[in-house]
């Protein structure tokens, strides 16, 4: 209910906010009940289609089934099937996996994904949209934004983006700033924001000298992530399980050169010292060298930047994404009609 809303308003779409689409995770007797009453809600709307984004929308699927709408599952988490239900009722989680013969159509965001729920997949039923980079708003001048950001022009400042938690792994780049030479470390920013998980938080400081400490900001969430990824020298993603990391094609999109983990998809659509430098999790040394070895050589910058910006950007765009969702959508209802 914001922006997206009124982009859809803007185009003369109707657009209906409703919180009473959710079910119970954990009694399978209320998630019945949770799961009619959804059903119901579709008979009263009357909808075409629905499209749930998410494995966890997997009860509206479920009501859709019920209430004989057609259906497409985006389905956006990388984890085992078996890790990701791991936390439901087991007569709930059987209900999810139930769901897969409802959906018309089963989207995933990369290959990686597909493979872990594949076999619950109908032959021809599930297919792989990559996610692509909307177009940007013009950003401000960098050097401005890194004045308004308090970041000298000989900071090498390096940019954690998202969640500060363990998933997201943020204490490869703390260790690895332990292994730079101290006149590296001295020229380096680390620079993490996103959420803070406080329990996590403290470990990572725990983790730190006070040499380190003195280098490292945690900014907290914040209303404009782009203008600190355009303004930053390199975005270290340090995730353990993503199925592929949006912040990669913004990173492409703004030409700000990446170090990254090999999470999920990330191998299907970017090469190493091409269009990323990969270090394996928990591989300190390895990210410390990368650290190094850019932040002394622009030209290497530069070239991972324009790599990624080819690969992510040029060979598949946002257009390209939308026409094949447009085609996905449009096969569903066809197949409802017939």
């Known amino acids: 209910d914001g922006p997206v809303r009124e982009a859809y308003k803007a185009n003369g779409i109707d657009c209906i906010v409703d919180d009473g689409f959710a079910a119970s995770p954990s009694v399978f007797s209320n998630y019945e009940r949770d799961v009619a009453a959804i059903a119901a809600r579709l008979r009263d709307l009357a909808p075409d289609l629905v499209f749930a984004n998410t494995l966890d929308c997997f009860p509206i699927i479920d009501a859709a089934h019920l209430a004989d709408v057609p259906s497409v599952w985006n389905i956006r988490e990388s984890e085992p099937w078996r890790e990701r239900l791991a936390d439901r009722n087991v007569n709930i989680a059987a209900r999810a996996l139930a769901c897969f013969d409802y959906a018309h159509s089963v989207v995933f965001v990369a290959a990686a994904s597909q493979e872990n729920w594949s076999p619950f997949c109908r032959r021809g039923q599930a297919s792989v949209i990559y996610n692509a980079p909307a177009p940007f708003e013009p950003l401000q001048d960098k050097n401005k934004l890194r ?167 040029e060979k598949w765009s946002f257009n390209d994404m939308v026409a094949a969702y447009d085609r996905t959508l449009k096969a569903a209802l066809v197949n409802a009609d017939a």
């Open 147 to 313: 004045a308004r950001f308090g970041w000298g022009d000989d900071d090498t400042v390096l940019l954690s983006l998202g969640a500060v938690c363990p998933r997201k792994g943020q204490e490869d780049l703390v260790a690895a700033l332990h292994l730079l030479p101290p006149q590296s470390r001295d020229a380096i920013k680390a620079v993490f924001v996103g959420a803070p998980e406080a329990a996590y938080v403290k470990t990572l400081e725990n983790l730190m000298t006070a040499e380190v400490c003195k280098r490292c900001e945690f900014i907290g969430s914040v209303d404009n992530p782009l203008d600190y990824l355009a303004a930053a020298d390199l975005l270290v993603n340090t995730s353990r399980s993503e199925a592929f990391p949006r912040v990669f094609l913004e990173a492409a999109g703004l030409r700000t050169p990446m170090i990254a983990t090999p999470v999920n998809g990330a191998f299907e659509r970017m090469e190493h010292m091409s269009s990323v430098w990969f270090y394996s999790v928990g591989d300190h040394a390895s990210l410390a060298e990368a650290i190094e070895s850019l932040r002394n050589s622009a030209e290497r910058r530069k070239s991972l930047a324009d790599g990624a910006y080819a690969a992510l950007v």
